[in-house]
């Protein structure tokens, strides 16, 4: 959980995990439901639809944020680890060197596989006007924070 003095930030297992009824899969939907995105079809469908399932299925995790001003959701964000594929012929020798100490190295195919951190969705809430609450700036940040932390996780 990250929280500033705006905000805070809840990672959606702590409903999914939780064995305490104020929480649980339910109020998550609940939750989830208030969600309005009129300028992206894509980011309300994906949130109500797929979240749940993505991080059951550890492809993803979401991460609501409400503010603490209100206590209202007013954004949220995915993060997925992806790998990042880089052919060894189109980088420099220092770069190969500095590749070298966070990928794996294929000699067939003579590519670095690297993991990266992806913020795969971003999205404000638009119910009653909750997305004047935050900004698209504010939320990357939180967004950005949460896999600074993830960076110290152990696996």
């Not at 954004?75 to 790998?83: H, Q, S, V």
Request: aromatic content about 10%; charged content about 25%; overall charge neutral.
């Amino acid at each position: 959980m990250v929280e500033n003095d705006r905000f805070l930030v809840t990672n959606i297992r702590q409903y999914l995990n939780s064995d305490n009824p104020k929480l649980g899969e339910d109020k998550l939907i609940q939750e989830l439901s208030e969600f309005s995105c009129p300028q992206n079809s894509d980011i309300e469908h994906f949130l109500k639809k797929s979240a749940i399932e993505f991080t059951k299925k550890n492809q993803s995790v979401t991460y609501l944020v409400f503010s603490l001003k209100s206590m209202a959701l007013v954004g949220y964000f995915t993060i997925a680890l992806k790998p990042l594929t880089v052919r060894g012929e189109r980088v420099s020798n220092t770069i190969k060197r500095k590749i070298m100490r966070v990928s794996d190295f294929d000699s067939q195919t003579q590519t670095y596989t690297i993991s990266a951190y992806l913020i795969a969705q971003l999205g404000k809430n638009y119910t009653d006007g909750r997305n004047k609450e935050i900004t698209g700036a504010e939320l990357l940040e939180l967004a950005w924070s949460v896999i600074e932390d993830m960076q110290y996780c152990s696996i």
